[in-house]
């Protein structure tokens, strides 16, 4: 079971758990946490070009697009980035993915048996940029 290996915190108190998500779970997390940056940047005048001319871009991967809108909030308008964490939550597709494996996980890190007695807030999102020197998390 994943919980035994959490006896092996590193000094930072983390643990990596490899391959814990499948590749193609990541790979939709990024797909649509790419859509929900483009939708938010359409939503926002000073954004709307830069979002319609990626949402078209084909040579461009999710990432670069997101990493594209993301530089220009980060920027100029972090109340906007701050706001597209609040759409994890609400997605059923990345609530898919935090399934009964991650609730597993958080019970056994929590000591608890019973995962329906869990109340996880998130999934959340955390940006740290290199070179970032606020807001480590």
Not at 73 to 89: G, N, T
Not at 93 to 118: A, H, P, Y
Request: with cysteine; aromatic share 12%; charged share 35%.
């Amino acid at each position: 079971m994943v919980v035994e290996k959490l006896v092996n915190f590193n000094e930072e108190g983390f643990i990596e758990l490899d391959d814990f998500f499948e590749e193609k779970d990541i790979d939709r997390i990024e797909n649509l946490l790419t859509k929900f940056f483009l939708f938010q940047a359409s939503k926002i005048a000073e954004y709307k070009d830069l979002s319609e001319s990626l949402k078209v871009d084909s040579s461009k991967k999710d990432f670069e697009k997101l990493s594209s809108i993301h530089e220009a909030m980060e920027k100029d308008d972090k109340e906007a980035l701050y706001q597209v964490q609040k759409f994890f939550p609400s997605s059923q597709s990345i609530r898919e993915i935090f399934n009964s494996k991650f609730l597993d996980l958080c019970g056994g890190i929590l000591g608890v048996s019973d995962t329906d007695s869990l109340l996880i807030d998130g999934p959340g999102l955390f940006v740290n940029r290199p070179n970032t020197e606020r807001l480590l998390y």
